[in-house]
């Protein structure tokens, strides 16, 4: 396995290569920042809450904050791949570029027939910050996203593979009613089926359990909020928490950190 990578407090960039990826590695997750995946080598499909879009050599992914994705990796292909996480709110000029985009859907699917060959060998100027003054580093690494983006805001973009399975359908119907008591009785009711079939159908297709989606969501909701200003329990409120300890241990469980910490680490960014 080839990797490596580089942080710094707006935008971080890596690169890993794997000859025999094991798919119990690739977790479903949400985080506050925005992502780019570009595949140089590797197969499967993305599954970006409920929509699915096939991996192939040269696609790429871009998600936005607090959006459910995973990859579903075939483990019989090498698995070679760029990430990017970034925050446009700490960088003036990449939040002008990503005004062009338009995300209201949460994210944009390039196939690599529409990823030209100049975009692809801009991330392979990723391994050239090891030989940038530590000092400029950052500013390269701003300057590496800027490029990425630019191209991509030329290149055309494909819609996710329309499903009927129940567990696309489910997620979807989790999303517009995030907000609401959401019982498994209530939700297996709407689509007439049992709850076990209910939530085998979800997890199988989305890699996640019903009450551990709706729990990330929340959370992620949540911080959302308080970012905005809300209060940490008005925020549990405003997210479906029937009480505050229930918001507590999931916030610590999603983040690892208690709601008073996130506020006070968000208030702290934002000063």
Do not use: W
Not at 7 to 36: C, M, T, W
């Amino acid at each position: 396995m080839k990797d490596y990578g580089y942080r710094f407090p707006a935008v971080s960039l890596g690169y890993i290569a794997e000859q025999n990826p094991s798919p119990e590695k690739f977790h479903n997750h949400i985080h506050d920042s925005f992502e780019i995946l570009y595949v140089a080598r590797g197969k499967g499909r993305y599954n970006i809450e409920g929509n699915t879009y096939a991996m192939r050599p040269g696609s790429l992914i871009l998600v936005s904050p607090y959006v459910y994705h995973f990859v579903d990796i075939d483990p019989g292909a090498p698995y070679e791949r760029y990430i990017i996480n970034f925050y446009p709110s700490q960088m003036a000029e990449i939040a002008r570029i990503l005004d062009s985009f338009d995300l209201k859907e949460g994210s944009l699917f390039y196939t690599a027939a529409s990823v030209s060959p100049m975009l692809s060998s801009v991330f392979e100027k990723i391994e050239q910050l090891a030989s940038i003054p530590k000092a400029h580093q950052a500013a390269y690494a701003q300057l590496i996203l800027s490029e990425i983006l630019i191209l991509l805001s030329t290149a055309d973009t494909t819609k996710a593979e329309e499903s009927e399975a129940l567990g696309a359908r489910v997620i979807k119907y989790l999303n517009t009613h995030i907000e609401r008591d959401l019982s498994l009785d209530k939700i297996a009711g709407h689509f007439f089926v049992s709850k076990y079939y209910l939530c085998r159908a979800f997890k199988q297709y989305n890699g996640i359990s019903i009450h551990g989606y709706l729990t990330q969501k929340r959370v992620m909701y949540a911080k959302q909020l308080m970012e905005s200003g809300e209060t940490a329990s008005g925020a549990a409120y405003r997210v479906g928490f029937g009480d505050y300890s229930a918001f507590y241990r999931a916030c610590l469980k999603v983040t690892g950190r208690s709601p008073l910490a996130l506020q006070k680490k968000e208030e702290s960014k934002d000063g």
